[in-house]
């Protein structure tokens, strides 16, 4: 099996990232990555910055202890390094040790919420409210669990063409009889700020509706974990949020629960069990080297949090002008959502009568999505972007840019052009229909 040795250091302006690891990349099956490619699908995974992987290093390779296991030094090492790793999680989630789940993905966590409030012994409430712009994590579960009972009523609470939830709707949908709530922070594909949730949440928790949020995308670029003007929890009231490292330049692998302590206690029937681990919420051996990666990860994002999302910002709004000039006169542009709050680096991009998929594949040297990673090889349309009212054409001509750690103006730039040439070779040989 062959390699390539390269570098994954790129000059950027200040404040600059720390220089980044030399790396290996694997050719499989004839696979390489090309020359010169430019990744803007950070929304779908992000590079692990050089404090965590160092950080890991140790974990992976030499102290291999089980955390479980404290009757010898590695094992009680390994345990050491968890508690640290919970209690940083907790620092930056505005919570306590005690609240942190550690699990592998915030999929994982979306199921372990739904699923074991659902199966929860004595469960009284039968109607789970989700919006339609939720995670296909959270959207699927809760279709299934209506799928395998019958006394459970799933309800999508729509959104306007902006993404926004209307809050007389929200009152109508939800009553005493609503077990759950779920509503992301932040959008995945189209990079929205939800600003109905405070008001949303707060109605929810009046009426004893237990409130999820899918803080993924929120936690990275947007205010999740901030605590309010008075000094206590986050801006908005919520029972359980999902938080991930693969989103923010942390590894693979390591994602964690937020479940707040309150009384009458929180209960969720444990999806995985056998050791007890994590409270009995999530059996099974801690990937301590991940949740050591996360957490590391975790400290220096927010240490330079705030110069990196406005670098971000800049390079989004220098690749969108850049685009549009290329386009001009030849292929509308238009941004989902442009009118309403977005967080820094995320674009849901229409180009008028250009099929995305087709675009992707004439673009070799940018790395786009059509959407969620989750949804990418399924070919069909966005339920973001139907749901906020786009046709079924505007959807398929719709694709996600997402900005990260690695990115720099020349990508920008470079990537518009790109796309730009290739938007007008895929138009020329298609069939265009009305958008």
Known sequence: MAHDTVSFA????????????????????????????????????????????????????GVCGNPSNRLHPMGELS??????ARATLARACAATPEEIVFVASATEANNLVLRGLACASGRKRHRIVVGATEHSSVLATALRLAELDTTLEVITLPVDSQGQVNINTARALLDTNTLCLSLMDVNNETGIVQEALPAVATLARSLGVHVHVDAVQGFARGAFGKRNDAGGQDAFPYDTAVVSGAKMNGPKGAAALVLRKKKPRIRLEPQLTGGGQEGHLRSGTPNVPAIVG????????????????????RLEALFLSTLRKKLLGSVNVSVHGEGATRVPGIASIHLEGVN??????????????????????????????????????????????????????ADALMAASLLAEAALKVRSYSAVFPS
């Open 79 to 84: 345990e050491h390094a968890l508690a640290e």
């Open 294 to 313: 996360f957490a590391h990860a975790v400290e220096w994002y927010q240490a330079r949090r705030g110069p990196e999302l406005e670098r971000l910002a």
């Open 356 to 409: 995305a998929m087709k675009l992707i594949e004439e673009a070799k040297l940018v790395a786009v999505s059509v959407g969620s990673a989750c949804r990418t090889l399924q070919a069909t349309a966005s339920h973001v972007l139907l749901a906020m009212g786009a046709s079924d054409e505007v959807a398929l001509a719709s694709f996600r840019v997402s900005f990260g750690l690695c990115n720099e103006d």
């Open 10 to 61: 790129r000059p950027t302006e200040k404040p600059s990232p720390p220089a980044q690891p030399t790396y290996t990349v694997p050719r499989f099956g004839g696979v390489t990555l090309p020359a010169g490619l430019i990744y803007l699908d950070n929304a779908a995974a992000t590079p692990v910055c050089l404090p965590a992987f160092e950080a890991m290093t140790p974990w992976l390779v």
